[in-house]
């Protein structure tokens, strides 16, 4: 079956250094995929988007990378800060969606930035 | 710009109660889902629709109905709650397909 992975333990790291949270999936091709953040309380909201032909997406301190060899994605927070603490979600589209998106969700990172 | 709203943001019902969670969403999107979301199971997608009069089923709509009469309505109703639709539930929509989804807050409901 269809599945996405993401670590369930939090993510506890210190302020200013690099945040790498993985996004790994078995049994897709997917054309793209998707981050998302997620506070208490909240709603996911949309971060990156990176496509299968593109290898690395970067959008200020954040990167994402993609690799369809190892089904798995990864996504950084750079020079973190106590105000990035969220959970972080990946999401794909699965193929042979007939017009309309479907994301499927992983069940997502909690990070932790301590000052 | 409001973006996605949904209503209302608490809810308890007793079991075999029928209720409609509303959403509406003020930037003129085509596509509108609705998910659920369970610890330990992410989000997972219940209903959705490409537009106005059309809808179609998710991974989990038994026990759920949509209709969607007008592009910036979508609201959910539960015929009979169970306390297995315990969960939270959140609206999405998309203006195009392969981009982003603009979720809403959220609606968290309990079924006792």
């Known amino acids: 079956s269809q599945k996405i992975e993401q670590n369930s333990e939090a993510l506890n790291i210190q302020e200013g250094k690099t945040a790498t949270l993985t996004c790994n999936y078995t049994n897709y091709s997917p054309a793209y995929l998707q981050w998302y953040r997620q506070d208490p309380g909240r709603g996911p909201v949309f971060l990156l988007l990176?496509?299968?032909?593109?290898k690395e997406k970067r959008k200020e301190r954040l990167k994402v990378t993609f690799d369809t060899t190892l089904k798995q994605s990864l996504f950084h927070i750079t020079a973190s800060q106590p105000a990035d603490s969220a959970t972080y979600l990946c999401a794909l589209d699965p193929p042979g969606n007939t017009g309309f998106q479907k994301l499927v969700f992983g069940t997502g990172t909690r990070l932790l930035v301590s000052p | 710009n409001a973006g996605v709203t949904q209503t209302p943001k608490f809810q308890v019902l007793k079991t075999g109660q029928s209720m409609t969670l509303q959403c509406a969403q003020d930037?003129?999107?085509?596509?509108m889902s609705w998910y659920r979301q369970d610890p330990g199971m992410g989000l997972r997608l219940i209903h959705y629709?490409?537009?106005?009069?059309?809808?179609d089923q998710g991974e989990v709509p038994n026990g759920y109905n949509v209709s969607r009469s007008t592009t910036e309505d979508f609201p959910l109703r539960l015929l009979s709650a169970a306390p297995s639709q315990t969960s939270v539930y959140f609206c999405a929509s998309s203006p195009i397909l392969n981009t982003e989804a603009f979720f809403g807050q959220g609606t968290r409901l309990t079924v006792v």
């Open positions: 930037m003129n999107h085509e596509y």
């Open positions: 990176i496509r299968e032909n593109e």
């Open positions: 629709s490409v537009g106005a009069g059309i809808t």
